[in-house]
């Protein structure tokens, strides 16, 4: 079945940028999202990207996909402390209909 | 968007005993689901519930274990019957709202269960 794989964890320097990369394997996917779960909560969806794009911006966020290798990246401008969470990347297909949610990856941000 | 609301927001119950969340959302919506978070783990997709007719369980799911109601387009209710350690998870509602021609998921506070 269709898999999405993310790094387990990151650690960055606070005003560092971070990036979180995600790899999926379902070639109809159309949409892919990076959600944001903070401690005790739930999901927060960040931002998405279609998949006839290579590149989405909004604000501190930059979205990179390479649809070719099927790897996409969310870059964190200016890392906060604030911005320590755990980040989900999940692909939309078509084709089953459904999300396919990554194994997350726990960024930690340190003074 | 779409504001989702989920009761309990955490609960520590007994072996064998059932337990059920609702999921309320502040807009009438098509698609509901409910999702599992087990400790540590990515989101697994339990059911969809389908309004005025039978949720559709994802592989690894029945409905005895975990019977769905949607009587409306606004709420639902996942109930974890005879409950197991191995239940101790985070149970999540989301919904899907159309955002042009795109499709966007939100997600609800999430329900933190505990089985002793």
């Known amino acids: 079945g269709e898999d999405v794989e993310q790094s387990l964890f990151l650690s960055v320097r606070e005003g560092d940028s971070s990036v979180i990369n995600c790899t999926y394997t379902?070639?109809?996917?159309?949409?892919l999202y990076w959600y944001k779960q903070e401690p005790g909560a739930g999901l927060q969806l960040l931002t998405y990207?279609?998949?006839?794009?290579d590149m989405k911006q909004d604000q501190r966020l930059t979205v990179l996909l390479n649809k070719k290798d099927k790897h996409l990246s969310l870059r964190i401008a200016d890392t906060q402390t604030g911005d320590s969470a755990i980040y989900f990347c999940?692909?939309?297909?078509?084709?089953?209909?459904?999300?396919?949610f990554g194994t997350g990856t726990r960024l930690q941000v340190f003074p | 968007s779409a504001v989702i609301s989920q009761k309990p927001s955490r609960d520590i119950c007994q072996r064998g005993t059932s337990l059920t969340i609702q999921c309320q959302v502040d807009?009438?919506?098509?698609?509901m689901f409910w999702y599992r978070q087990q400790p540590g783990q990515s989101l697994t997709l339990i059911a969809t519930?389908?309004?005025?007719?039978?949720?559709?369980?994802e592989s690894g799911f029945v409905i005895d274990k975990f019977p769905i109601s949607r009587p409306n387009l606004t709420f639902s209710t996942l109930t974890v019957s005879n409950m197991s350690p191995e239940d101790s998870s985070i149970y999540l509602c989301?919904?899907?709202?159309?955002?042009?021609?795109?499709?966007?998921?939100?997600f609800g506070p999430g329900t933190r269960l505990t089985v002793l």
């Open positions: 519930a389908n309004q005025g007719s039978e949720a559709t369980y």
């Open positions: 999940a692909s939309f297909s078509y084709n089953t209909d459904k999300l396919i």
């Open positions: 990207i279609f998949s006839n794009m």
């Open positions: 379902d070639s109809s996917s159309t949409y």
């Open positions: 807009s009438q919506v098509t698609m």
């Open positions: 989301s919904v899907e709202v159309s955002a042009g021609k795109y499709n966007e998921q939100f």
